[in-house]
């Protein structure tokens, strides 16, 4: 089974603050999405990043695949109330998704 | 366009009771999901359908049953409901394996 470790768990900043989330794992990922969940919600696609090394902005979102494929992060910079929700990164397989726990993200106005 | 959609929205049920979740998705998507999240442990899934008239489990399985009714449906069901059963689910679509899921709104199920 291969497992996403994300960290941190939670995180609760200013708003206008950077942060940065991370997404490792043993295993090498043919590509790897991040999924941003608002309460009460399902997930959301925020991207999928597929080449290692590969770096895509979002905005004020910056995702990094890490060299091996084994690991990523989410760069956040000047967070807004509205970046509030949980975090997700998922392995792609042939058939499924692999789900990390996650990192709940609270940015106080 | 609705996307996918899920019913109920909220379900209180008895140790022992049986029920039935339902999905249905309007984006001709091939493959299906259904998923639990339960508080620190991120989604899991429980059965998939990579596509119609295929069924396969995911980690967590037992306990649930399902049904690849058509293209368009994908149906849970719980024969004999257990506390340990209680949680948020999810139903999820998407055109092919590695392509992007798109989610319900969720079903949640408590379980006395």
């Known amino acids: 089974t291969q497992l996403l470790e994300q960290s941190p768990q939670f995180l609760s900043i200013q708003e206008g603050e950077n942060l940065t989330v991370y997404c490792n794992s043993s295993s090498v990922f043919s590509s790897l999405q991040w999924y941003r969940q608002e309460p009460g919600e399902g997930p959301v696609l925020l991207v999928t990043v597929v080449t290692g090394g590969e770096v895509k902005k979002l905005k004020r979102l910056t995702f990094q695949f890490g060299d091996a494929r084994k690991d990523s992060s989410l760069h956040i910079t000047a967070a807004q109330p509205g970046d509030t929700g949980l975090y997700l990164c998922?392995?792609?397989?042939?058939?499924?998704?692999?789900f990390g726990k996650g990192t709940k993200l609270s940015v106080i106005p | 366009n609705a996307g996918v959609t899920q019913t109920p929205k909220f379900q209180v049920l008895k140790t022992g009771q049986s029920m039935t979740l339902q999905c249905a998705q309007d984006m001709n998507h091939n493959s299906m999901y259904w998923y639990r999240q339960d508080p620190g442990m991120g989604l899991r899934l429980i059965y998939y359908s990579a596509s119609e008239g295929t069924t396969d489990k995911g980690e967590v399985p037992n306990g649930y049953n399902v049904s690849r009714l058509n293209k368009r449906e994908f149906s849970l069901r719980l024969e004999s409901a257990a506390p340990s059963q209680t949680s948020v689910y999810f139903c999820a679509s998407s055109r092919g394996g590695a392509e992007t899921q798109y989610f319900g709104p969720g079903t949640r199920l408590l379980v006395l």
């Open positions: 998922a392995g792609v397989g042939s058939y499924q998704l692999t």
